[in-house]
Each structure stands twice: as C-alpha cells, then as structure tokens.
C-alpha cells in the first residue's frame, strides 16, 4: 500500500451506532488530520495530530472521538451521530517541518450516512 | 474572521485556457495552496505559493499577489479529465489551513 488509505468507503449507521473509521499513511509523516467535508462547502478540519499528540480540535462534538496510536495510524470513533453529520470524512498526512511548505496527502475517505 | 473566495462553478471549453481566481483575509500569511478533487476522490496537491508571481507547472500555472490577497490558478489547452473541483487554500499565521468551498470546473468538449 502506499499513500494514505482509509477504511471502510462507505458506512450507514444509524444514530445509535458505534462505528470507527481508520486511516493509515505509508509516507514516513509526523503530522495527520481528520476532515469533514459537506457538499458546497469547505473542508472543516475536526483534528491534529502532530508527533502523536493532539495539538488542534476545532470544537468538535464529543460524539466523535479520535485516537492516534502512532504516527502512521489514526481512528476516528463515532457514536450517538446525528444526520447532519453525513458527509464524507478525509484523512490527511503531512511532513511538519519548521521552514518549508509541506503540502497534505489525503486519503480517498469514508462516505458516511447516518440514517 | 478568516475567509477565502473562490467562484463556485466554472465552464470552458475543450482545449481552451480558464483562470480561477481566489482571494483570501487570514490573520497571517505562510502559503497558500491549490488542489484538484475529482468527484468522489481525494484532493491533490497541484500547486504552493508564498512569494510573488507566477509558478509554472507544465499546463497548470499558479499566481500569487500578497498585497492583493490575491491568487489564481491557470489551466491552459484544456483536456476533458480537468473537470473537476479546484480548492484553494491558505496557510495562516498558526500555520493551519484555511480552506475555500472550491470552484467547480466543467469542461465542454
């Protein structure tokens, strides 16, 4: 595998489901994100990770909860999700550096429904 | 607050030159990005900018204007597979990325 994968694609779950998406980068990053991204407008970053640690959540509900176990690996829980959180959810990875610009590498996502 | 303009959708014609225009008011400048998302896939990096001018990448050319808070992106000899939505982004002063909604681009042939 290179790049960024994320599983599952798609998912439907119901509001009182308890799912977890998945996201994993082969490119050696220190830095990865979670993305929602609603037709017509622009992606809202939800998380940061950066060197494992979280250093961004951009008042995000507590219904969904990340987990970042190492650098290449990043799960984002979800629980008691409502519909208007049906969107597609884009994983991101990039090389955090002090000088320099360091463009994202995103995943295809995860097209989620909440029905 | 933080806001980036981009026309919402966009038509040319096969073989053809488009300009997408983008305009930004961060707090802070320290880059700013262009990305191509075909329907149903994930965003790619196209293009960065953080000084004046142009930047030329085979048919694919980004301008930029910090005075302006200005930028576009430049498609020339237009193929069928540009079709897609082109973001822009800027990175602030906190070195987040402020993203546009996008600017849909239809390509006719």
């Known amino acids: 595998e290179t790049g960024v994968t994320q599983t599952p694609r798609h998912l439907v779950m119901g509001m009182t489901n308890k799912k977890s998406l998945k996201c994993e980068q082969h490119l050696g990053h220190n830095a990865m994100y979670w993305y929602k991204q609603s037709a017509k407008k622009p992606l809202e970053l939800m998380f940061v990770y950066n060197f494992k640690e979280q250093t961004e959540n951009n008042s995000v509900p507590s219904r969904f909860s990340p987990e970042c176990p190492n650098s290449s690996h990043l799960f984002l829980h979800l629980h008691t999700l409502q519909p208007e959180d049906s969107a597609l959810y884009l994983c991101?990875?990039?090389?955090?550096?002090?000088?320099?610009?360091?463009?994202?590498?995103f995943g295809p996502g995860t097209r989620l429904t909440v029905t | 607050g933080q806001n980036i303009d981009q026309p919402t959708e966009m038509t040319a014609t096969e073989g053809a030159i488009v300009q997408i225009n983008c305009t930004y008011q961060?707090?802070?400048?320290?880059?700013l990005f262009w990305y191509q998302q075909h329907a149903g896939e994930a965003p790619t990096f196209l293009s960065y900018?953080?000084l004046d001018g142009l930047e030329e990448k085979g048919r694919f050319s980004s301008f930029l204007s910090r005075s302006k808070g200005y930028s576009y992106l430049l498609l020339k000899e237009l193929q069928m597979k540009d079709s897609a939505s082109y973001l822009c982004?800027?990175?602030?002063?906190?070195?987040?990325?402020?993203w546009g909604a996008g600017t849909k681009l239809i390509i006719k042939p």
């Open positions: 991101a990875s990039s090389q955090e550096e002090t000088s320099g610009h360091y463009e994202q590498y």
């Open positions: 900018n953080v």
């Open positions: 961060t707090s802070g400048f320290n880059g």
């Open positions: 982004a800027v990175r602030d002063s906190n070195y987040q990325l402020i």
